[in-house]
């Protein structure tokens, strides 16, 4: 779906700028997707923001919303603009799960796939996993279910004082449907994973950090500041090499050690290529800060 240049900003119109000035960002473009007014999407320093928008019902996930969501993170990793996604919600609730109103309705998850079947190769859990440019889950509130599950799928979780993951998937008679049962046991191991799911327990942000499932906990206010501050840091250095980690770090969770070395030497060669890997070490031995262009 194209998306549609709103303004083009020069430095020092800090009034839309995400990031400090750092080499090869000396122009600020801020881009707005024709998506959804349930899903908002902008691009802002190489930095994509995907909001969930539809705080009336806690942003419960319907069919459309779910198309849209994945079908702009499939649009932000395929953006060269684009070197780190922030995915947040608006309101109370990062997202209270699926839309069960939407659902007797007939807008709700069924209507992302015909009546025999589940696709489930572009769904969001599946398409977080697939990407290459790292994402961060800015835990606004409750995340609940599928909800929960999304910001599971993401490399980084910053989690508000007043947010939650409940894992209430038992208590509803279902299993973690989206990508649960597959993240918990790597995250936190077999006994804990086994808790958490088998109880159906909801975990508050300091919990959360306890157990390991979130990398910070910070006031409310200071969620979406905190979240793009460690985007920019990581949009600041090389994408290519950025993206190059994730990938071999992904190969690695089912790879024994000695496949794992070989894989990530034969990463490394192209990246021999770049100019980026260039700049690089020409920006250390100068002393300088690297202009990295992705290339």
Same mark, same amino acid.
């Given at each position: +779906? ?19 000035? $750092? ?10 997707? %024709? ?5 908002? $999407? ?10 969930? =928008? ?13 198309? %849209? ?46 009546? /025999? ?8 859990? /599946? ?7 790292? /994402? ?100 600041? =250095? ?12 992904? +190969?690695?969770?089912?790879? =024994? ?7 990530? $030497? ?9 100019? %980026? +890997? ?18």
């Amino acid at each position: +779906m194209p998306t549609m240049t709103i303004e083009v900003l020069m430095v020092g119109t800090a009034q839309a700028r995400l990031c400090p000035p $750092y080499e090869g960002n000396d122009r600020e473009t801020f881009v707005m997707s %024709d998506a959804t007014k349930e899903v908002l $999407y902008t691009v802002a320093d190489h930095i994509a923001t995907i909001t969930l =928008n539809a705080p009336e019902r806690m942003n419960t996930i319907s069919g459309p919303m779910l198309n %849209d969501l994945a079908r702009l993170l499939t649009e932000a990793n395929e953006d060269k603009n684009v070197r780190v996604v922030i995915l947040t919600g608006k309101g109370r609730a990062f997202c209270a799960g699926l839309d069960l109103r939407k659902e007797r309705d007939g807008n709700g998850l069924s209507a992302a796939s015909s009546p /025999t079947t589940i696709n489930l190769r572009n769904t969001p859990p /599946t398409v977080l996993q697939a990407m290459d440019k790292p /994402t961060i889950c800015a835990v606004n509130g409750g995340a609940a279910g599928y909800g929960m599950d999304t910001a599971l799928g993401c490399d980084i979780r910053i989690m508000a004082e007043s947010a939650k993951l409940a894992a209430a998937f038992v208590k509803r008679g279902v299993v973690p449907e989206s990508g649960g049962t597959w993240l918990l046991p790597r995250m936190l191991g077999w006994a804990k994973a086994s808790e958490l799911i088998f109880t159906g327990r909801t975990l508050s942000a300091r919990e959360c950090l306890d157990w390991g499932l979130a990398n910070e906990v910070v006031p409310d206010a200071d969620l979406m500041s905190r979240a793009t501050a460690i985007a920019c840091e990581i949009a600041a =250095n090389a994408p290519l090499a950025v993206q190059a980690s994730k990938r071999m770090m992904r +190969m690695g969770l089912n790879e =024994n050690f000695s496949d794992h070395v070989h894989h990530v $030497y034969l990463q490394l060669l192209p990246l021999f290529k770049t100019q %980026d +890997m260039a700049e690089g070490m020409k920006a250390f031995m100068e002393k300088r800060e690297p202009k990295f262009e992705g290339r």
